[in-house]
């Protein structure tokens, strides 16, 4: 992974930021335009099989900040065919996005949820009012906005949830 993440700039630190099931590491560039780089061409990109999703830290900042405040909205009765890279297309026009996923089982298969987080809390409330009821694929989606005890339902999220969810004091020492 050091490799691969290296090709986009100076690698000034790597560390372990989420845990099982969907282990994630934060990676430090010494510049900024090779951390928007790498963003840029591995989001969302297949290494080993699993959706890679690489978010900066200026947006992991606002989404830390408005987790259950209209910005992230919870999409449920996802076809199955719908991969995070097609969620993220119909998604992005409505505005920018900051982190977008299609939960998956174990073996691969969509659970038939998602979620999409949007850096202006506007931008959600009109993809929810086009994107709700709507038939994306074969299936017509439910759009919500993101309350706490959502969380549970996905994985791959601890950045967010452990950090600025208010019944939590700290952070556990192994993150």
């Known amino acids: 992974l050091r490799q691969l993440l290296g090709q986009y700039g100076e690698l000034v630190n790597m560390r372990q930021a989420d ?3 969907e282990p994630a590491v934060m990676a430090s560039y010494s510049s900024v335009e090779a951390a928007e780089e790498a963003q840029k061409i591995l989001n969302l ?30 999409i449920e009765n996802l076809d199955p065919g719908i991969a995070a890279h097609g969620l993220w297309d119909v998604c992005s026009l409505f505005g920018q996005v900051l982190d ?3 939960q ?65 004091d700290t952070l556990p020492t192994s993150v």
């Open 104 to 168: 998956r089982n174990d073996d691969g298969t969509s659970r038939g949820i998602g979620f999409v987080h949007y850096a202006k809390s506007e931008d959600a409330s009109n993809a929810q009012a086009t994107l709700d009821k709507m038939q994306i694929g074969e299936c017509e989606v439910k759009l919500r906005p993101f309350r706490w005890d959502d969380a549970s339902m996905f994985t791959g999220t601890l950045y967010a949830r452990l950090i600025y969810n208010p019944y939590i």
């Open 45 to 74: 990109a297949s290494l080993r099989g699993r959706t890679c999703r690489c978010i900066t830290v200026g947006a992991l900042e606002v989404i830390r900040r408005t987790m259950v405040s209209g910005h992230r909205l919870i």
């Open 19 to 21: 845990i099982q099931p």
């Open 100 to 102: 977008c996923k299609v």
